[in-house]
């Protein structure tokens, strides 16, 4: 359109590039964005925790408040401290923004070969409660307990946004995974609210099924599924075993959405330290999540130009990194998937 | 002796207070008690009269009956010194007396073969799991799963061998629930120092006894510190005892992770019971399916033999279409147990030849043979190959 042209819209992004090999991939993907001319201008900071005023662990302000204007982030691997004092920066991201939806898209990718083909499901896993509450106690010597919480309102949260997501991707059926014969009342509780939920969404089928029979009939027929939305435990189990499947964590997106309309994209692969700085990684995990990042702002034509560039780039197998089964380094993947997405204007 | 039978008329309350474990038998206990019994295993005499063994029949729900009759058709017809004591447990009905029926003939026999019996989900929370409540009340405390590849079976990955262990009677299938405020539910998830020494120990015994070289542990011990940290630490403490076997440990996603891209490098698994679940099934999986895994529960005084991944084929039950080999494979597995080596070798011998040789599948494994199919193949292969047999076919 001949008005639209005119006003070029650019979206602020705030970008967490993280510990490790996570400055290298960051660049990467800010340059293959660059190329691409996406709309999108980045905001970098920092999550390292800070004692708040309290003596409460908290992220950094400026970072907080970057996020809660732009309401969309891009975060690389995060080192899990140990003996720092504060917990997992992960964990404080999540529950600043009340990260409740982890969503993992896990396609096949044509050149990237494992034993599984044609794979395309996406996993959505409640993330707050569940077996993570870490609620434990020691009862007696020799004898402990760790607490499963299900509650009422993240169960219907996570259900409701299971059925939107299939609506809004065309998604056809979505499948709750559940362990009810055994944990009657915990995963009844899940399982009553998804078909609940399901009641509101009839245009979408809704199948419920136990997770060993998920576990069996995916490592041996993983195109019956599409949408899967579980707890989070048997989320955490399954969205590896799909990563898994599809070649692993360095080619796996993942996004995790929030309340108040928050959602941070990640590469859910670790900091790499041995290799960090050596121009050797491989920036397809955050690339990809930030093609779900474009999907997610409604940008669509920008993500099926960058994706396209990336498979074709993989498929092609002349330019590969090392985990990928070449000897390119970083920045020459990235400068041959720029070069693609420019061929493509 | 007058000890132990006095205990086991004891009310159950009164057990933990003299040191006594569930099963009724007086077992050790660790840190301070009023009374330090040591471990006697009273072992109930077999039930061998006339040298015929009596084992307990639990055809359970699905595909269960059909598969349960194929196996006595099929120890008739070699011969197999073994009657089954039939015990229907109805899964529809919310009384357990059926299941504390075949509680008891378990008790009475020792060994016992079983269907999987469904869980009602229209029944309110209270109605347990039937094949639950069996495990824990018998304190069938390890469950054995051993994977392998059959070289007549099309699968993805091949010759994989995992032994795969896991802790049946706690952890989160504790089935200790309560809605503390409504709309809020907390499920208990229990992990013992007594229980996780015990599976521990079983596995690193069964490593040895067969010759394997390492046992990993599976665990989520990052994010459940207390609980499966402690499961780690008594598997450490066991492991430090077999200096020949190679001890280490993965976190379950990646576990996952790993059986599908590289399964190879697996030997034998220790784990508490729910990750147990997911990694057996995702084994049975990749060795070709539910239909081929035997599995065993074993506890210190009963065994309990069934299909590895427990299910019911309610959809397949009846047609004729069910895969015989799991069954038979467990089966196998209750004989060994009795000690009818050489039946046990036979019948095992003929279902891995029309495995693997004849390659007469059923559906499951993408053949187009029926179960009764692949059952007289079994029986063609027991009569060409060994003793005399009830006809011939």
Known sequence: ?345 | MAASSAALSLPKVFRPVLGLGRSGNPAKVTGGSMLHATVILVTPPPAKYGGRHTVTLIPGDGIGPELLNHVRELFRFSCVPVDFEVVNVNSSVATEDDIHNAITAIRRNGVALKGNIETNHNMPPSHKSRNNLLRTSLDLFANMMHCQSLPGVQTRHKNIDIIIIRENTEGEYSSLEHESVSGVVESLKIITRYNSLRIADYAFRLAREKGRRRVTAVHKANIMKLADGLFLQCCKEVASGYPDIQFDSMIVDNTTMQLVSKPHQFDVMVMPNLYGNVVSNVCAGLVGGPGLVPGANYGTNYAVFETATRNTGKSIADKNIANPTAMLLASCLMLDHLRLHDYANMIRGAVLTTMNETRLHTADIGGQGTTSEVVQSVMKNIQSGGPLTTEQI
């Open chain 1, 1 to 345: 359109d001949f008005t639209k042209s005119w006003i070029i819209i650019l979206q602020t992004v705030t970008l967490i590039p993280g510990d490790g090999i996570g400055p290298e991939i960051s660049t990467a993907v800010m340059k293959i964005f660059e190329a691409a001319k996406a709309p999108i201008q980045w905001e970098e900071r920092n999550v390292t925790a800070i004692k708040g005023p309290g003596g409460k662990w908290m992220i950094p302000t400026e970072a907080k408040d970057s996020m809660d204007k732009s309401k969309i982030g891009l975060k690389g691997p995060l080192k899990t401290p140990i003996a720092a004092g504060h917990p997992s920066m992960n964990l404080l991201l999540r529950k600043t923004f009340d990260l409740y939806a982890n969503v993992r898209p896990c396609v096949s990718i044509e050149g990237y070969k494992t034993p599984y083909t044609d794979v395309d499901l996406v996993t959505i896993r409640e993330n707050t409660e569940g077996e993570y509450s870490g609620i434990e106690h020691v009862i007696v010597d020799g004898v402990v307990q760790s607490i499963k919480l299900i509650t009422e309102e993240a169960s219907q949260r996570i259900a409701e946004y299971a059925f939107e997501y299939a609506r809004n991707n065309q998604r056809a059926s979505v499948t709750a995974v559940h362990k009810a014969n055994i944990m009657r009342m915990s995963d009844g509780l899940f399982l009553r609210k998804c078909r609940e939920v399901a009641e509101n969404f009839k245009d979408i089928k809704f199948t419920e099924m136990y997770l060993d029979t998920v576990c069996l009939n995916m490592v041996q027929d993983p195109t019956q599924f599409d949408v899967l939305v579980m707890p989070n435990l048997y989320g955490d189990i399954l969205s590896d075993l799909c990563a898994g499947l599809i070649g692993g964590l360095g080619v796996t997106p993942s996004g995790n959405i929030g309340a108040n309309g928050v959602a941070i994209f990640e590469s859910v692969h670790g900091t790499a330290p041995d290799i960090a700085g050596k121009d050797l990684a491989n920036p397809t995990a955050l690339l990809l999540s930030a093609v779900m990042m474009l999907r997610h702002m409604g940008l669509h034509g920008q993500a099926k130009k960058i994706e396209t560039a990336c498979f074709d780039t993989i498929r092609d197998k002349k330019v590969l990194t090392k985990d990928l089964g070449g000897n390119s380094k970083c920045s020459e993947f990235t400068g041959e998937i720029c070069r693609r997405v420019q061929d493509m204007e």
